[in-house]
């Protein structure tokens, strides 16, 4: 199957500093989402992006499918933005079935 | 929108009893939902797929007589932990995606956190 993997796996950063977290996929993909997991376990929709570049306020996001990449960018963090981010692909005919990454765990600090 | 609720949101119980986690679309129609778990400071696994109206198909290694799965109506799939063990502690987690919509995007409920004792 597909293999997601996403660096760095850990990211400390005091607040209003900006971040690049990186999504790297073993093949082509035809659905791919980011999440944040908040300290509840709720997952939370960023963005859904096969391809292309999407920005929500400070979040952006870009997937480069042919190079299979994904890459979030996280600006002026916030303590709030603390928890850990997963990246989701799911590939063929099967693209609704999601493989997750191995999660970004960020803390974010005074 | 997009809402997908779960109950419930966190269950205790003894060993070798059931438990029934129920997974609900609330504000749209989902043919096709996701049950997956997740371990403490681990990724999602997804368990198994859910069909509204047929037998839910089971990832490898997932034990379909333990994890029993119900679709029932097009806002509604059930998993049922059966002879639960302290093994199968962990965090239940149900995604829905919208039967109208135009994309593979997924929406995920709160999750449940079972503790088997």
């Known amino acids: 199957g597909i293999q997601v993997e996403q660096s760095p796996p850990d990211l400390i950063l005091q607040e209003g500093a900006n971040s690049t977290l990186r999504c790297n996929f073993s093949d082509s993909v035809n659905n791919l989402q980011w999440f944040h997991q908040n300290p509840w376990g709720q997952l939370i929709n960023l963005f859904y992006i096969p391809s292309g570049t999407k920005q929500n306020g400070r979040l952006s996001a870009t997937t480069v499918a042919t190079e299979r990449y994904s890459l979030l960018y996280i600006s002026s963090s916030q303590t709030t933005d603390s928890g850990v981010y997963f990246c989701a692909v799911g590939s063929g005919g099967t693209a609704s079935k999601l493989t997750f990454g191995t999660g970004t765990r960020l803390q974010v600090t005074l | 929108g997009a809402v997908v609720s779960q109950h419930p949101s966190w269950v205790i119980c003894k060993?070798?009893?059931?438990?029934?986690?129920?997974?609900?679309?609330?504000?749209?129609?989902?043919?096709?939902m996701f049950w997956y778990r997740q371990f403490p400071k681990q990724s999602l696994m997804l368990m198994a797929t859910s069909n509204e109206g047929s037998k839910a198909t089971y990832e490898q290694g997932v034990e379909k007589d333990k994890f029993l799965i119900n679709h029932a109506s097009?806002?509604?799939?059930?998993?049922?932990?059966?002879?639960?063990?302290?093994?199968d502690s962990s965090f239940y987690i149900c995604s829905a995606r919208d039967w109208g919509g135009l994309s593979y995007e997924q929406y995920f409920g709160p999750g449940t956190r079972l503790t088997v004792t």
């Open chain 2, 15 to 32: 060993s070798g009893t059931s438990v029934k986690i129920e997974c609900r679309s609330l504000d749209f129609q989902a043919t096709t």
């Open chain 2, 74 to 87: 097009l806002t509604l799939s059930t998993l049922t932990v059966t002879s639960a063990h302290p093994e």
